[in-house]
């Protein structure tokens, strides 16, 4: 898991993404969906930031730091949401997100 978390600050996101995705398969942490969850928002993929982040939010907190995460992630969740992928009929003219 901390080895996900270094890459993503190398921004070495594929191998973070797959260190975090094996270590989320082993033990859930709020901390690893966040992480994985910011790996997906950078690749503008939002179905699975948006799913990552609200894990995040559901899983119970076992500290300060885990709730401080998860108001953080409930944000972004919500931010993530009103970006929703426009269908070719009804594509924005400025990006490809319709609200």
Do not use: W
């Amino acid at each position: 898991m901390l080895r996900g978390i270094a890459l993503t600050a190398t921004r070495q996101y594929d191998q973070a993404l797959a260190d975090l995705t094996q270590a989320l398969g082993k033990f859930e942490t709020i901390e690893g969906y966040f992480s994985r969850g910011k790996i997906y928002e950078v690749k503008n993929d939002v179905p699975h930031a948006t799913s990552d982040f609200r894990r995040a939010a559901e899983l119970k907190p076992k500290n300060i730091f885990d709730i401080l995460v998860q108001v953080e992630a409930t944000k972004r969740a919500q931010q993530l949401s009103k970006r929703l992928p426009c269908d070719n009929s009804n594509r924005a003219r400025n990006d490809a997100s319709c609200l």
